[in-house]
């Protein structure tokens, strides 16, 4: 922390002065500074924006505004896809197979338009069966296939990666493929590979240097690894059927997956925000762009004041990375014996001696999802100005998931 942080707490203060907390916050500037930082390391590949890290159609229709290479969005829910396919949106993928027989039948509704119908993820047949049963009218639905871009060492004893699909081969893939293209009731349009193990681990944790080397060395084996056998497994797919779309990586991974031919399009959500978790990569840096401002309500002790609220804990191993952090003012941290909780927060450090009731703290999520699913607006700023308050997912009704 030094006078950039000082600063840029007077600067939010001002430009929030008399909004009652708590309150949700998306800085445009900082917002824009992320983008073209991505495209940077994307090296000119279109970027899919994957709307779950986003959750708020004025952001995302933002984003989309931002740059022509920011085209098409990854949902995580059917429904979702439906409602921003109602709403207009186009080139929508969903990134998780769908189970909602009532959404694929709506679907249906939509497959006579390419442009309009979302593309539905699978790696099953299972997952075939349920969506042709499913689907109504004379189009045949979108799918596209979900490989595992996993790592695996030591003859399988060491993995790494996110748990996705079972399709892991070339052979594999195309087998499913040609079971794709046999049924009249879809098209396989494109394939996806996300490759967790890089574009959602850090390799820069301050305080552990053994772990982020051996982080390094795993991540620069594994995208060896998965460069070449996405490739093999795009030419096999693509053999069975043209595919519109090749889509791999994420915010943490974009400048390593741009690399390979065998990859149209990447992907990217969590950037746009730079959530605290991505404080954490030695390859790239981004601004904060997203927080969330809490009252203080009480002094329990010198050095020591209360915020209401601010549980607000990201998924995945339950850790302390997964806390929300104090931001500004500078010089605060959690308790370790309370952490963030459900209706209140307490606060240790420096800055908590001048901190009195009635002033506010501001914080960072951990992960870029979880903020919209706990405010139903979003102020928005730029400069030294809120320029719009706007609904998030919530704000609108919604809560996919």
Same mark, same amino acid.
């Given at each position: 922390?030094?006078?950039?942080?000082?600063?840029?707490?007077?600067?939010?203060?001002?430009?929030?002065?008399?909004?009652?907390?708590?309150?949700?916050?998306?800085?445009?500037?900082?917002?824009?500074?992320?983008?073209?930082? +991505?495209?940077?390391?994307?090296?000119?590949?279109?970027?899919?924006?994957?709307?779950?890290?986003?959750?708020?159609?004025?952001?995302?229709?933002?984003?989309?505004?931002?740059?022509?290479?920011?085209?098409?969005?990854?949902?995580?829910?059917?429904?979702?896809?439906?409602?921003?396919?109602?709403?207009?949106?186009?080139?929508?993928?969903?990134?998780?197979?769908?189970?909602?027989?009532?959404?694929?039948?709506?679907?249906?509704?939509?497959?006579?338009?390419?442009?309009?119908?979302?593309?539905?993820?699978?790696?099953?047949?299972?997952?075939?069966?349920?969506?042709?049963?499913?689907?109504? #009218?004379?189009?045949?639905?979108?799918?596209?296939?979900?490989?595992?871009?996993?790592?695996?060492?030591?003859?399988?004893?060491?993995?790494?990666?996110?748990?996705?699909?079972?399709?892991?081969?070339?052979?594999?893939?195309?087998?499913?493929?040609?079971?794709?293209?046999?049924?009249? #009731?879809?098209?396989?349009?494109?394939? +996806?590979?996300?490759?967790?193990?890089?574009?959602?681990?850090?390799?820069?944790?301050?305080?552990?240097?053994?772990?982020?080397?051996?982080?390094?060395? +795993?991540?620069?084996?594994? +995208?060896?690894?998965?460069?070449?056998?996405?490739?093999?497994?795009?030419?096999?797919?693509?053999?069975?059927?043209?595919?519109?779309?090749?889509? &791999?990586?994420?915010?943490?991974?974009?400048?390593?997956?741009?690399?390979?031919?065998?990859?149209?399009?990447?992907?990217?959500?969590?950037?746009?925000?730079?959530?605290?978790?991505?404080?954490?990569?030695?390859?790239?840096?981004?601004?904060?762009?997203?927080?969330?401002?809490?009252?203080?309500?009480?002094?329990?002790?010198?050095?020591?004041?209360?915020?209401?609220? #601010?549980?607000?804990?990201?998924?995945?191993?339950? &850790?302390?990375?997964?806390?929300?952090?104090?931001w500004l003012p500078p010089g605060l941290h959690l308790d370790r014996q309370e952490g963030a909780g459900e209706v209140q927060t307490p606060l240790l450090g420096?800055?908590?001696?001048?901190?009195?009731?009635?002033?506010?703290?501001?914080?960072?999520?951990?992960?870029?999802?979880?903020?919209?699913?706990?405010?139903?607006?979003?102020?928005?700023?730029?400069?030294?100005?809120?320029?719009?308050?706007?609904?998030?997912?919530?704000?609108? #009704?919604?809560?996919?998931?």
């Open positions: 922390m030094g006078p950039a942080d000082e600063e840029l707490h007077e600067r939010y203060e001002a430009i929030f002065e008399g909004i009652e907390a708590p309150f949700a916050f998306v800085d445009l500037d900082a917002l824009a500074a992320n983008a073209d930082a +991505m495209l940077a390391r994307g090296a000119g590949k279109p970027i899919r924006v994957a709307s779950k890290s986003v959750r708020c159609r004025e952001v995302l229709e933002r984003i989309d505004a931002l740059d022509e290479r920011f085209c098409g969005l990854l949902c995580f829910t059917l429904p979702e896809a439906l409602m921003l396919a109602a709403a207009g949106r186009r080139d929508i993928v969903v990134a998780y197979p769908t189970v909602d027989r009532r959404a694929i039948s709506r679907l249906g509704e939509l497959a006579a338009d390419p442009e309009a119908t979302p593309v539905l993820m699978v790696d099953e047949t299972a997952q075939l069966d349920l969506i042709e049963g499913a689907a109504t #009218g004379p189009a045949p639905i979108p799918v596209a296939i979900d490989i595992d871009a996993g790592y695996r060492a030591l003859r399988g004893a060491f993995t790494a990666g996110t748990k996705r699909s079972p399709i892991r081969t070339a052979p594999a893939a195309r087998r499913f493929a040609e079971e794709i293209a046999s049924r009249p #009731g879809l098209e396989l349009v494109g394939l +996806m590979a996300y490759e967790g193990q890089v574009a959602g681990v850090g390799d820069a944790t301050p305080g552990h240097p053994l772990r982020n080397v051996a982080i390094r060395h +795993m991540q620069r084996a594994s +995208m060896a690894e998965i460069a070449e056998r996405r490739a093999a497994i795009a030419a096999a797919v693509g053999a069975v059927a043209p595919l519109r779309f090749v889509n &791999g990586g994420g915010t943490g991974s974009l400048e390593l997956t741009a690399r390979e031919d065998a990859v149209t399009e990447l992907a990217a959500g969590s950037g746009f925000y730079a959530p605290a978790l991505f404080d954490a990569y030695g390859r790239f840096s981004l601004r904060p762009a997203a927080g969330f401002a809490l009252p203080i309500v009480r002094r329990p002790a010198p050095g020591c004041v209360t915020a209401l609220g #601010g549980g607000y804990v990201a998924s995945g191993p339950a &850790g302390e990375d997964r806390l929300p952090q104090p420096e800055a908590a001696v001048r901190i009195r009731v009635g002033d506010r703290v501001y914080m960072r999520h951990a992960k870029a999802g979880e903020l919209c699913e706990r405010f139903d607006r979003l102020h928005l700023v730029s400069g030294e100005e809120i320029v719009a308050e706007v609904p998030t997912y919530r704000g609108e #009704g919604h809560a996919f998931l």
